[in-house]
């Protein structure tokens, strides 16, 4: 079993950054793919970034490749997602998430969650 805990979101202006950081209690992360996903209101969960076990495979959604920047920490039990030049359309819940085996870019193969933390671009 793992344990997700994100931390990280606020109020931002368009052009600004958030860092998210994704904190894991219990087994160790590194058994596991890390992904961020995100939900706007009235749309379907959607795909951010994903980052294999030990790290060295890192896939983005294009709506945010460029801007966003993945990274664990495997000691440490953490995952953070650095977004920079935020736009209003990156507004949503963001998701922190853990999988056995290879990552994905479905939510449905994900087998742990976070609580999920507000992100909200101001225009």
């Known amino acids: 079993q793992v344990q997700l805990v994100e931390s990280g979101g606020g109020l931002v202006q368009a052009g600004g950054s958030l860092r998210l950081s994704c904190a894991a209690s219990?087994?160790?992360?590194?058994?596991?793919?890390m992904g961020w996903f995100r939900q706007a209101p009235g749309k379907e969960r959607s795909f951010v970034a994903r980052?294999?076990?030990?790290?060295?495979?890192?896939r983005y959604a294009d709506v945010v490749k460029g801007r966003f920047t993945i990274s664990r920490d495997n000691a440490k039990k953490t995952v953070t997602l650095q977004m920079n030049s935020l736009k209003p359309e990156d507004t949503a819940v963001y998701y922190c998430a853990a999988k056995g085996g290879s990552g994905s870019d479905s939510y449905a193969s994900y087998d742990y969650w976070g609580q999920g933390t507000q992100v909200t671009v101001s225009s």
């Open positions: 219990g087994r160790t992360i590194s058994s596991y793919a």
């Open positions: 980052i294999s076990l030990g790290g060295a495979l890192i």
